[in-house]
T-cell receptor, first 109, second 115 residues
Framework: RKEVEQDPGPFNVPEGATVAFNCTYSNSASQSFFWYRQDCRKEPKLLMSVYSSGNEDGRFTAQLNRASQYISLLIRDSKLSDSATYLCAVNKRDYKLSFGAGTTVTVRA | EPEVTQTPSHQVTQMGQEVILRCVPISNHLYFYWYRQILGQKVEFLVSFYNNEISEKSEIFDDQFSVERPDGSNFTLKIRSTKLEDSAMYFC?????????????FGEGSRLTVL
């Protein structure tokens, strides 16, 4: 089983729509969870950390479910600029982040 | 805004040649990393570096690879005797703290093409 798995998508949604997707992780010892955004052929950039109680940052909501070992990202009121690949990243209290392969979101006008 | 800078942005080399990829991390950061991304695949951890030594490395980071912080600003990745499968985007990253925050700041990457 892969360490971090994501639905690759693509999720093709109209502007203003809500889109949500999950990421599962295999190691129950994982401590820290993050969503990164990667635009085509660019570097990953941190979108938000994911906390146990769930957290929001503007139109973005992240949730963590430790029992089922997944995290989720929900994007409300999608904008054209939200089109990107969203990378889930997990850390096991060591010096590396393990990334998923990414979920591609395309927002159309 | 401080940023991680990488050079070169693109390097083409012949199989068997040595390449050095250079990075200037954010100045007050203490942890440095190299990741790579083969086209169409996920971002993969190579190595982390702290206090002038490797703190962790992946199985990808074999004897072909080495890292160095030759001075107070540069952080380099050397790939000896490149292979075709080394073709990838190599991202340098730095962070102020270690594992707990996960906020890595990535450079724009160095694309390596091995012919």
């Amino acid at each position: 089983r892969k360490e971090v798995e994501q639905d690759p998508g693509p999720f093709n949604v109209p502007e203003g729509a809500t889109v949500a997707f999950n990421c599962t992780y295999s190691n129950s010892a994982s401590q820290s969870f993050f969503w990164y955004r990667q635009d085509c052929r660019k570097e990953p950039k941190l979108l938000m950390s994911v906390y146990s109680s769930g957290n929001e940052d503007g139109r973005f909501t992240a949730q963590l479910n430790r029992a089922s070992q997944y995290i989720s990202l929900l994007i409300r009121d999608s904008k054209l600029s939200d089109s990107a690949t969203y990378l889930c990243a997990v850390n096991k209290r060591d010096y590396k982040l393990s990334f998923g392969a990414g979920t591609t979101v395309t927002v159309r006008a | 805004e401080p940023e991680v800078t990488q050079t070169p942005s693109h390097q083409v080399t012949q199989m068997g040649q040595e390449v050095i990829l250079r990075c200037v991390p954010i100045s007050n950061h203490l942890y440095f990393y190299w990741y790579r991304q083969i086209l169409g695949q996920k971002v993969e951890f190579l190595v982390s570096f702290y206090n002038n030594e490797i703190s962790e490395k992946s199985e990808i980071f074999d004897d072909q690879f080495s890292v160095e912080r030759p001075d107070g600003s540069n952080f380099t990745l050397k790939i000896r005797s490149t292979k075709l499968e080394d073709s990838a985007m190599y991202f340098c990253a730095s962070s102020l703290t270690g594992w707990s925050t996960g906020e890595l700041f990535f450079g724009e990457g160095s694309r390596l093409t091995v012919l």
